[in-house]
T-cell receptor, first 113, second 111 residues
Framework: DAGVIQSPRHEVTEMGQEVTLRCKPI?????LFWYRQTMMRGLELLIY????????DSGMPEDRFSAKMPNASFSTLKIQPSEPRDSAVYFC???????????FGNGTRLTVT | GEDVEQSLFLSVREGDSSVINCTYT??????LYWYKQEPGAGLQLLTY?????DMKQDQRLTVLLNKKDKHLSLRIADTQTGDSAIYFC???????????FGSGTRLSIRP
């Protein structure tokens, strides 16, 4: 089992640029979550999908953020345009079914200068 | 709404027991979790407990749940330097799939 795979591990970009973070959930898991972790705000749920359908995106900070899950094995989180306050570690996680615990990827550390 | 609270720091002498506490607000929570995060890594599930249980033990780890007070604790026996990490308490809201995390408790071990 390869676990949840995120790419890139690190991303450094300039303010105003588009950033795309990628996630491959564990095969067979039917729910996928995007979290953001900062020192100030801790771990925040941004959005989650069940069977590739977005269920709750109330945590997405603003319209600059968007997420897609075109199929069961791939999801993206896009920030356009990026701002310095978006700097954080972004985690993707998946679960097998409702009630199962979350399995996290190793995260993408985003720095926007 | 749902909220999970933890103290931010805990310092323990090597070999002693560590007790990390957590309180939550959603009385209908069905699952409560403890995750461990080491530097530069994602969160790793340590253990979890169903809300109809009051204790779960797994080797050096003991989880205690007081549903009446909405209080969860994680006890690590014989704390080792490898236990240094941030420990997150989390609850699953009963009405949805989403899991709400506390702010994490940073456990440091002193010799």
């Amino acid at each position: 089992d390869a676990g949840v795979i995120q790419s890139p591990r690190h991303e450094v970009t300039e303010m105003g640029q588009e950033v795309t973070l990628r996630c491959k959930p564990i095969s067979g898991h039917n729910s996928l979550f995007w979290y953001r972790q900062t020192m100030m705000r801790g771990l925040e749920l941004l959005i989650y999908f069940n069977n590739n359908v977005p269920i709750d995106d109330s945590g997405m900070p603003e319209d600059r953020f968007s997420a897609k899950m075109p199929n069961a094995s791939f999801s993206t989180l896009k920030i356009q345009p990026s701002e310095p306050r978006d700097s954080a570690v972004y985690f993707c996680a998946s679960i097998l079914k409702q009630g199962s615990p979350l399995h996290f990827g190793n995260g993408t550390r985003l720095t926007v200068t | 709404g749902e909220d999970v609270e933890q103290s931010l720091f805990l310092s323990v002498r090597e070999g002693d027991s560590s007790v990390i506490n957590c309180t939550y607000t959603d009385s209908s929570s069905t699952y409560l979790y403890w995750y461990k995060q080491e530097p530069g890594a994602g969160l790793q599930l340590l253990t979890y407990i169903f809300s109809n249980m009051d204790m779960k033990q797994d080797q050096r780890l003991t989880v205690l749940l007081n549903k009446k007070d909405k209080h969860l604790s994680l006890r690590i026996a014989d704390t080792q330097t490898g236990d240094s990490a941030i420990y997150f308490c989390a609850e699953r809201a009963s009405s949805a799939s989403k899991i709400i995390f506390g702010s994490g408790t940073r456990l440091s071990i002193r010799p």
